[in-house]
């Protein structure tokens, strides 16, 4: 059974950083492509960046480009997303997701997987 696990939310000033953790003790990441999705108060849950399992190719949402970098360490079996020059919009519960193979997608519905979702709170 795949389990995933975030940490590394929490509250932070505009301008932070932060770094999430998706601990895949179960995954071999190597065959899944893990996302990171977020969602805010009264707003559809969005992709914000996925790394695919063989190639390690990555893809952002154009908001957080240049902010955000996706990151993997296959033996520690654990996906970082690294959060930088964090805006109020970034506020939201933020999710890891796997799903089977190399599509860099960000349809929630795709994913078969999920964490239960660390917050993170972008404010003054």
């Known amino acids: 059974q795949v389990q995933l696990?975030?940490?590394g939310g929490g509250l932070v000033q505009p301008g932070g950083s932060l770094r999430l953790s998706c601990a895949a003790s179960t995954?071999?990441?190597n065959w899944y492509t893990?996302?990171?999705f977020r969602q805010a108060p009264g707003k559809d849950r969005e992709g914000?960046?996925?790394i695919s399992g063989q190639t390690g190719s990555t893809r952002y949402a154009d908001s957080v480009k240049g902010r955000f970098t996706i990151s993997r360490d296959i033996i520690?079996?654990?996906v970082y997303l690294?959060?930088?020059s964090l805006k109020l919009e970034d506020t939201g519960v933020y999710y890891c997701a796997?799903?089977?193979g190399e599509r860099l997608i960000f349809l929630d519905g795709e994913y078969r997987y999920w964490g239960q979702g660390t917050q993170v709170t972008v404010s003054p």
Do not use: P, R, Y
Request: proline letters at 0%; a neutral charge; aromatic letters at 10%.
């Open 48 to 50: 914000v960046s996925c």
């Open 5 to 7: 696990v975030e940490s």
């Open 98 to 100: 796997a799903i089977w």
């Open 82 to 84: 690294q959060m930088n």
């Open 76 to 78: 520690q079996k654990t």
């Open 27 to 29: 995954v071999n990441l």
């Open 34 to 36: 893990i996302g990171w």
